[in-house]
């Protein structure tokens, strides 16, 4: 079974600089999608960036990019120019392509917390 | 994308009742499932929601506690049946929609039994 593991439960960063959220994961298949997900205290989840595992080129969604390393099972996500609705939980999340649509496998989160 | 209307967004609940969440689409969608959130903890999927027939559940979530229903492609009920204070959590509904990868959420219910 895929798993998901965040190992930073709590960032923090001041406003207008960057951070990186850490995710690693594992698998035996060769083909799947990686998400990172906020959730505000609204509950309401939003995706923030996607990466296919087949495409070498990182995910970049304005301030937001990743850094995707298929060879060491890591997604991490970079935030430039934080702000203070950045503030949230983020979860990173696996989901095979096998099959059609298939459960999304979620890590544990990390609060961001943005400092003004 | 996808729009989705989750009620009711939160309850208080007595132990031993039943509460039925509602998860409402605005088009068609292909596959629908239903997670839980429990407090300060990631989400775990509770069962996917078929249309037409009995729901497929993960291991850990039986039918006779959380029973599904899907009576079309854009409308599905989660019910969660004689609650106790365990089943506290925020439940989401989540849909997958034609030639996209990602799931879509619901607003989620916050659920607290008393």
């Known amino acids: 079974a895929q798993t998901v593991t965040q190992s930073q439960p709590e960032m923090s960063v001041q406003e207008a600089e960057t951070v990186t959220l850490s995710c690693t994961y594992d698998?035996?298949?060769?083909?799947?999608?990686l998400f990172w997900y906020k959730q505000p205290p609204s509950r309401q989840m939003i995706l923030v960036i996607r990466?296919?595992?087949?495409?070498?080129q990182n995910a970049t969604e304005n301030r937001f990019s990743v850094n995707f390393q298929k060879a060491a099972k890591s997604f991490s996500l970079k935030i430039s120019d934080s702000q203070l609705g950045d503030a949230a939980m983020y979860f990173c999340?696996?989901?095979?392509?096998?099959?059609?649509?298939?459960?999304?496998?979620f890590g544990k989160g990390t609060k961001l917390t943005v400092n003004p | 994308s996808a729009v989705i209307s989750q009620k009711p967004s939160r309850d208080i609940c007595q132990r031993g009742t039943s509460l039925t969440i509602q998860c409402q689409v605005d088009?068609?969608?292909?596959?629908m499932f239903w997670y839980r959130q429990q407090p300060g903890q990631s989400l775990t999927l509770i069962a996917t929601?078929?249309?037409?027939?009995?729901?497929?559940?993960e291991s850990g979530f039986v039918i006779d506690k959380f029973p599904i229903s899907r009576p079309n492609l854009t409308f599905s009920t989660l019910t969660v049946s004689n609650m106790s204070p365990e089943d506290s959590s925020i439940y989401l509904c989540?849909?997958?929609?034609?030639?996209?990868?990602?799931?879509?959420f619901g607003q989620g219910t916050r659920l607290t039994v008393v």
């Open positions: 990466q296919e595992a087949y495409k070498q």
């Open positions: 989540s849909v997958d929609v034609y030639q996209n990868t990602e799931a879509f």
């Open positions: 999340a696996y989901r095979s392509s096998w099959g059609g649509s298939e459960k999304l496998v």
């Open positions: 698998t035996s298949e060769s083909d799947y999608y």
């Open positions: 088009s068609q969608v292909t596959m």
């Open positions: 929601a078929n249309q037409g027939s009995e729901a497929t559940y």
